[in-house]
């Protein structure tokens, strides 16, 4: 079993930035990737960002150029620097991990992110 948790969220003004990280731990070696998921008030939960243990990355059209995933591989933790939030961004953020299969291992249990205008 893997368990992931959250933390970093919060309320912040359009314009600012706030840091989200994720810790995982358990059965970690299942995991190659990680990734961050949001899930806004009457929508679908949609891709933000992932990152492979190589270091590659992908993200969302929505947020390149303002968000940074990066990750500590030896303490399996990850983190979402988000630059420039917009009020579009407020969301509940979640954290994932993904097998070499591409499924996800499970999710945390999410953190509020809130950008007021």
């Known amino acids: 079993q893997v368990q992931l948790v959250e933390s970093g969220g919060g309320l912040v003004q359009a314009g600012g930035s706030l840091r989200l990280s994720c810790a995982a731990s358990?059965?970690?070696?299942?995991?190659?990737?990680m990734g961050w998921y949001r899930q806004a008030p009457g929508k679908e939960r949609e891709f933000v960002a992932r990152i492979r243990w190589s270091g590659d990355t992908t993200y969302a059209d929505s947020v390149k150029g303002r968000f940074t995933i990066s990750r500590e591989k030896v303490r399996t933790m990850v983190y979402l620097q988000m630059n420039t939030l917009k009020p579009a961004d407020t969301a509940v953020y979640y954290c994932t991990g993904h097998d070499p299969a591409g499924r996800h291992v499970t999710w945390g249990q999410g953190t509020q992110v809130t950008v007021s205008s």
């Open positions: 358990g059965r970690t070696s299942s995991i190659i990737a």
